[in-house]
């Protein structure tokens, strides 16, 4: 009886990793197979939802403008916020810029910062010498879906005076074609 | 005895240093992992400055295609035969599936892709490749994607087994105010 105890015991103190190990591994490889590194991320949420499209060309690294229904972002520092008002016709939410934010069609902070990240990039691209670190003027827009086309046109005309003209707009790939 | 369970555990293989591995690796693979692929649609600016001067005489005029948005659909303009017209009848009207416009689904974005395959087929000869957008200023940038999408390739009509390319080069212009 003694005997049999004793076995018992020493059955239950080993744990059974062999199934554990099975779904660790299914979990491992299917992470792998999903690890990519982009150089662009998108911090989603219900401030930023980016529409989906069915163009295949991958982003590349270059100045970063997240405009979501809250804020302004460039490269990841603050810049100004979306002012939401009321829209007395049709009762609906509307976004815009503040007005005290504007020069006509010029957003004032963010000219500022681009301008900035412009004479930034060209000094790099002027002492690297190298035709790859060159200022081409690229810039990434992140822009919610629902955002008026009045707010990317001024955003669009703040970053062409700035002088970046080449916009690459992100958006996720799926949908039809 | 003692014999017999040496014997049993010598089977047994020890999983510890590998667990400890593939717990370290799953968090740093979910949080290196992403899975929403990222694309980008390509713009730039409409030049500002003198039209390059046409180098014969006989040369056709330019296609000029433009799709205006507006809450009642889409207006393309364009010197080609199917967008003439004058004044108010000026270009081919694209209503909404639904009166108002209301969601960016109820744009009807076959239709524009089945009329900018038969200008493309008209003007096959030549390599016109660029559509100007002139949104409405509250038009969602959603709608501005999916245009987008429409103008540039058929994903009904293949060629060489890749959906047909229609307009790619995409210039966004002001807008209507």
């Known amino acids: 009886m003694g005997k049999k105890k004793g076995r018992r015991a020493s059955v239950d103190a080993g744990l059974t990793i062999t199934s554990m190990m099975d779904m660790m591994t299914i979990i491992l490889v299917f992470l792998l197979k999903s690890y990519q590194t982009d150089d662009v991320s998108v911090a989603a949420s219900e401030d930023l939802q980016i529409p989906i499209s069915s163009a295949e060309k991958a982003p590349k690294l270059a100045v970063n403008v997240i405009v979501s229904r809250k804020d302004v972002v460039v490269d990841g520092t603050f810049v100004l916020d979306i002012e939401r008002g009321i829209n007395e016709e049709t009762g609906e939410e509307e976004l815009s810029i503040p007005a005290d934010e504007k020069r006509g069609q010029l957003i004032s902070k963010l000219y500022d910062v681009l301008l900035e990240k412009a004479q930034t990039s060209k000094e790099i691209g002027a002492k690297a010498g190298s035709d790859e670190l060159d200022f081409k003027g690229e810039i990434l827009l992140q822009v919610d879906k629902r955002m008026p086309f009045s707010v990317v046109r001024e955003v669009m005309f703040t970053s062409g005076q700035a002088q970046f003209s080449n916009f690459r707009f992100v958006v996720i790939k799926g949908g039809p074609g | ?177």
């Not at chain 2, 009807?108 to 660029?130: A, F, H, M, V």
């Not at chain 2, 999916?146 to 060489?160: F, I, K, Q, S, Y």
């Open chain 2, 1 to 177: 005895m003692p014999k017999g369970k040496r014997g049993e555990q010598a089977e047994e293989l020890d999983l510890v240093p590998i667990m400890n591995l593939v717990t370290i690796l799953i968090p740093f693979l979910l949080m290196a992992s992403s899975f929403v692929s990222l694309a980008a649609i390509d713009s730039t600016l409409p030049a500002i400055g003198q039209p390059p001067e046409t180098t014969t005489e006989d040369d056709e005029p330019p296609l000029n295609l433009s799709v205006a948005i507006t809450d009642e659909g889409y207006t393309v303009m364009g010197n080609d035969d199917a967008l003439s017209g004058e004044g108010e009848d000026k270009g081919a009207k694209i209503p909404c599936r639904k009166p108002g416009c209301p969601t960016p689904d109820s744009y009807d974005t076959k239709d524009l892709t089945r009329l900018l395959g038969e200008i493309k087929d008209r003007w096959s000869d030549s390599d016109e490749q660029n559509v100007i957008l002139v949104p409405e200023s509250q038009v969602p940038y959603e709608v501005l994607v999916l245009t987008m999408d429409a103008t540039r390739n058929d994903p009904d009509t293949t060629e060489d087994g890749r959906p047909r390319e229609l307009f790619p080069y995409v210039v966004i212009a002001g807008g209507i105010q």
